[in-house]
């Protein structure tokens, strides 16, 4: 696998932009190098360009090396990035499974490449074969999304890693929610294929949606590529300590998982409950997606109620589905008292 080969040819030849900050890394006693002001201090200077301090932390959370590691702007940074790296636009086309997320598509379409996309079966799980089957010369990307979004299953780990030894270009892993799957991540496989990339997020159960946070997680290839045509300074000082921050306090966030995880599978029994309730699928994340009889019926009437949920009733697959996000014990107790005011 050479990463150098599945470049586009105006990525491989770019001479990225070079700070003042990739010049000159030390301490030193008088910065004049950044045109920045001396005044307003610490906010004056310029961030760390490569978040080195914020990625030894991650790298030891993770179990990985700081190397493997690129920080974006929400893990929609390095979901672009790879289209812009990887993908000729007009020309190249990614594989993906259907339904899921639906940032790959938007990506795909504003850098004008096409997505292929496989449907899952009933039971909202894939063969990689089927996938394999989509993948022509043009395809430089297969995305999968574990646990995926809508549906909330893991996918089958076993046909993930075919995919990923039997594809010659980049398979991204999307472990927005792995949290709450714990034991169910690809980040162990990282040191064995370099066309492996696991994408995860300060944004769900860490829950810093607000600081726009995403991690992708890859070999050193890789994560050299993202480097390069990155915006140099993607990640602001704010956004770096409040992660520092919060990443001493890791209990903190296991305590909210466990509180949701918990609430998801209370939630799950009560909704079975409901005479309109059809189906309640098995999540492993932090939503539940579950079938009703006139479903956007019941979501307007929820709206009227002030409670929002997302109808993806008209998405393939999810016909007559809503897609619940588990809230706090009281947001639950409020949804779950309107809607059996619907019995
Ligand atoms: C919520 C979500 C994300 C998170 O995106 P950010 O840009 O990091 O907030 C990524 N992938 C999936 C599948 C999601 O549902």
């Not at 030894?165 to 370099?194: H, M, R």
């Not at 050299?224 to 990155?230: G, S």
């Not at 809503?322 to 005011?341: A, D, H, Q």
Request: glycine share 4%.
């Amino acid at each position: 696998m050479n990463i150098e080969t599945l470049l586009r040819e105006n990525i491989k030849n770019l001479k990225p932009y070079s700070s003042a900050r990739d010049e000159y890394t030390g301490e030193a006693m008088v910065f004049l190098d950044a045109n920045e002001n001396p005044f307003n201090q610490p906010y004056n200077r310029y961030p760390d360009p490569l978040q080195r301090e914020l990625k030894v932390e991650i790298s030891k959370m993770k179990g990985c090396r700081p190397e493997q590691i690129f920080l974006g702007n929400g893990s929609d940074e390095p979901i672009d990035l790879l289209f812009r790296a990887f993908c000729e636009p007009g020309q190249d086309n990614i594989v993906t499974i259907d339904p899921t997320y639906g940032m790959y598509q938007v990506s795909a379409d504003i850098n004008h490449v096409e997505v292929k996309k496989v449907l899952l079966k009933d039971d909202f799980s894939f063969s990689a074969d089927d996938l394999l089957e989509e993948v022509n010369e043009n395809t430089k990307l297969i995305f999968l999304c574990s646990p995926n979004n809508p549906t909330g299953n893991l996918l089958d780990k076993q046909e993930m890693l075919k995919v990923t030894k039997e594809f010659a270009g980049l398979v991204v892993v999307d472990e927005a929610y792995i949290d709450f799957a714990p034991g169910a991540s690809l980040l162990s496989e990282l040191d064995q294929f370099e066309n492996l990339v696991v994408l995860q997020t300060f944004s769900k159960a860490w829950g810093m949606a607000a600081i726009r946070l995403g991690m992708a997680f890859a070999s050193e290839a890789v994560i050299h590529v993202l480097n390069k045509i990155k915006y140099p300074y993607n990640i602001n000082i704010l956004t770096q300590q409040k992660a520092l921050d919060l990443i001493k306090k890791e209990e903190k966030k296991n305590e909210w998982v466990k509180i949701l995880i918990t609430e998801r599978n209370k939630i799950a029994e009560q909704l079975v409950d409901l005479p309109f309730v059809q189906k309640v699928y098995a999540s492993e994340a932090n939503f539940i997606l579950v079938q009703m009889h006139e479903a956007r019926g019941i979501y307007e009437f929820l709206v009227e109620n002030g409670i929002i949920v997302r109808d993806r009733s008209k998405v393939v697959l999810c016909n007559d589905s809503l897609r619940i996000t588990i809230g706090s014990e009281e947001e639950n107790e409020i949804l779950m008292t309107k809607l059996r005011e619907l019995i």
